[in-house]
Nanobody
Framework: VELVESGGGLVQAGGSLRLSCAVS????????MAWYRQAPGKERRFVASNSTGVVYYSDFVRGRFTISRDDAKNTLHLQMNSLRPEDTAVYYC??????????????????WGQGTQVTVSS
């Protein structure tokens, strides 16, 4: 199973970016999907999650960010509006996945993407 993020970049304060995370592999189902972020010198923090339609947001992004998932394409998105310099971080995709480790064995595990840099200038 592999998670690949895309969509990061440099944007001015007040601007928008849309992150995407594509999950690939011998997947049976994807349970929870989420976004985390890690700013330089700080711990990784929860941003938002989507568990089969039930969504949660951290207080610092609620009302500005929208998480969505396309189960047909095994893809997670994060629409980020009204970006602030304090949103600057590496954004990581997380997924809890049931997959086939071989023909007759189904396994549940969690995975992280490699991260995508988001930089918001003031």
């Amino acid at each position: 199973v592999e998670l690949v993020e895309s969509g990061g970049g440099l944007v001015q304060a007040g601007g928008s970016l849309r992150l995407s995370c594509a999950v690939s592999g011998t997947i049976f189902s994807i349970d929870q999907m989420a976004w985390y972020r890690q700013a330089p010198g700080k711990e990784r923090r929860f941003v938002a999650s989507n568990s089969t339609g039930v969504v949660y947001y951290s207080d610092f992004v609620r009302g500005r960010f929208t998480i969505s998932r396309d189960d047909a394409k095994n893809t997670l998105h994060l629409q980020m509006n009204s970006l602030r310099p304090e949103d600057t971080a590496v954004y990581y995709c997380y997924a809890s996945v049931q997959y086939y480790s071989d023909v007759n064995r189904r396994v549940r595990d969690f995975f992280w993407g490699q991260g995508t840099q988001v930089t918001v200038s003031s």
